[in-house]
């Protein structure tokens, strides 16, 4: 039992240096050994848990996803209506605009930088945006039609990931804050 859950951990720590390195370093830059400094583990047990990076790749996509999923369903079972749970992914997002300012998007950085050598872990990162949408869209539907939902969560995603290319590339937070505070102002005047 012990031994499991040695295993477990050392697969976990893999896992979260890979999305670490991926999200810092890109995909292309960098190695196996990198990700087994940064875990802690030897280089040679990393293709005990992975027999190859596109592997690890497709880990950090479930994982992101997973996470994504988490999220959504916490700020749902935190909060009743749908106008507070707009607002509390609003927050969420915000908490990490010094981090996307400085590095990017990890889940848009995912699905390109996977796409040559782990089609299907780009797939599955990529598809976290839709999940993103379609829960944007299940809140909206209370006050828009379903077409004014999914059109309007589409809009809601293009100014979110516009906003982080333009505060990353000039290395200027107030885009996404501003880009934030704008999408709060339309919950604002939707949930009127």
Sequence with gaps: MAEQARSKRNRDRLVNAA???FWRCGYDGTSLADIATEAGVPIGNVYYYFRSKAALADAVARLMDSETRAALSGINAAHPAPDQRLAALLVLFSSSNAARTERGCPIARASRDFRNDAPDAAERAGRIFGRIGDWLAEQLQTKLSSEEAHGRARQWLMAWQGAI??????????VLDEAIAELNRQVAVIFA
Excluded at 165 to 174: E, I, K, P, V
């Design 165 to 174: 290319t333009l505060a990353h590339a000039g290395n200027d937070r107030s």
């Design 19 to 21: 999305a670490e390195l």
